[in-house]
């Protein structure tokens, strides 16, 4: 499957976004889904992830009340909607695909992800 995540850009504190993940080459009702971040200097982190049905739905806790992960299997598209934004919260944000039911995916274990987007640069000013 190759992702491609959209939505991307600069704004200012307080602000909203919304992140789109597309996929194409296999349904992504075959995947459970996850979004992650890269501040600059930093890691990549986990965001938020997403089962297969969206039965079952996880944040890390600095995005906690703030992020919502949606997806839409019909349209091969994963969504992250970002909202009360904080200069904190930029970075680049990948989606990335699981294609096992088990492990620790779910809970954001970057190693577990098999398939990864290209990124999507988000810029939140003070």
């Known amino acids: 499957v190759q992702l491609q995540a959209f939505g991307g850009g600069l704004v200012q504190a307080g602000g909203s976004l919304r992140l789109s993940c597309v996929a194409s080459g296999r349904t992504l009702s075959t995947y459970h889904m996850g979004w992650f971040r890269q501040a600059p200097g930093k890691e990549r982190e986990f965001v938020a992830a997403i089962s297969k049905r969206s039965l079952a739905t996880n944040y890390a806790d600095s995005v906690k009340g703030r992020f919502t992960i949606s997806r839409d299997n019909a349209k091969n598209t994963v969504y992250l909607q970002m909202n009360s934004l904080k200069p904190e919260d930029t970075g680049v944000y990948y989606c990335?695909?699981?294609?096992?039911?088990?492990?620790?995916?779910?809970?954001?274990?970057?190693?577990?992800?098999?398939?990864w987007g290209q990124g999507t640069l988000v810029t939140v000013s003070s």
């Open positions: 990335a695909a699981v294609t096992r039911d088990g492990g620790h995916w779910f809970w954001g274990l970057i190693a577990e992800y098999d398939y």
